[in-house]
């Protein structure tokens, strides 16, 4: 059986003897199919809300940065985007190597290094050696680019709820069983059926723990997500690391 959305709603159907959906009448369906859509999703929403960090959610984004420009955008679905992460991707064409930006606070940004967002245009600008984050969501380098270098950096995303029939989950699915039984918790209270629903929750939150223990616990490291509240060293100069920080 396919693994979609289709396929977790007719499991919900089929432990409570409805008659299955299809893909022709899914989108249309009503009354209590419509409830099982919405309990699958709701099933769904727990996972992601209980852990910021599942390794499925996790998102490389490459953005290819403008030549004299300090801020740029986070993406759209970003939670937790890691500060840790940002580099400069090597490029041959451009003549650069890789290079792993240093964590600025903003308040040392603006105390140290402001005069870039003023002076990028008068020779100022060159491959940044830090990152920045900004109060209106935003990241800045500096010194600002003096080409279109392409930055990498790490985050988690805000997941979206299933929409289309052949919608696929990001949660693996060897953990379809984890879905299902949410789904069900939802689904009983849906129904007025109290006792049901906290047999299915307790063994929806074994599942999670389960999921825990599996895919974020089983690692030998605790990342924290601080960001530094400064940084001491004022020189552009090469870059280095600050364990653990991150913007969300």
Not at 73 to 95: H, M, Q, S, V, Y
Not at 110 to 115: G, N, R, S, W
């Amino acid at each position: 059986m396919a693994y979609n959305y289709l396929e977790l709603v007719n499991q919900i159907n089929r432990r409570l003897n409805e008659v299955e959906l299809t893909s022709v009448n899914f989108a249309s369906s009503v009354g209590f199919y419509a409830q099982a859509k919405d309990a699958v999703n709701s099933s769904i929403r727990h996972i992601n809300q209980t852990e910021y960090n599942w390794p499925f959610n996790h998102v490389t984004q490459e953005d290819v940065v403008t030549a004299n420009t300090v801020r740029y955008g986070n993406p759209d679905d970003a939670k937790i985007i890691d500060a840790n992460t940002f580099r400069i991707k090597e490029d041959a064409t451009l003549g650069n190597d890789t290079r792993k930006l240093r964590v600025l606070s903003y308040e040392e940004y603006l105390e140290k290094y402001i005069q870039y967002e003023y002076d990028a245009d008068n020779g100022s600008s060159g491959i940044p050696n830090f990152v920045f984050r900004t109060p209106s969501q935003e990241y800045g380098l500096v010194p600002p680019p003096d080409k279109a270098y392409t930055v990498i950096y790490e985050y988690y995303r805000i997941p979206v709820d299933l929409e289309n029939h052949d919608d696929v989950p990001a949660i693996p699915e060897r953990f379809k069983h984890v879905i299902t039984d949410g789904a069900m918790h939802y689904a009983y209270l849906f129904r007025g059926n109290s006792q049901d629903a906290i047999i299915a929750k307790e063994k929806f939150e074994e599942g999670i723990k389960n999921m825990r223990s599996l895919l974020i616990n089983r690692y030998d490291y605790v990342r924290s997500t601080f960001l530094p509240s400064s940084i001491s060293s004022g020189r552009l100069g090469a870059a280095t690391s600050t364990p653990g920080a991150a913007f969300d």
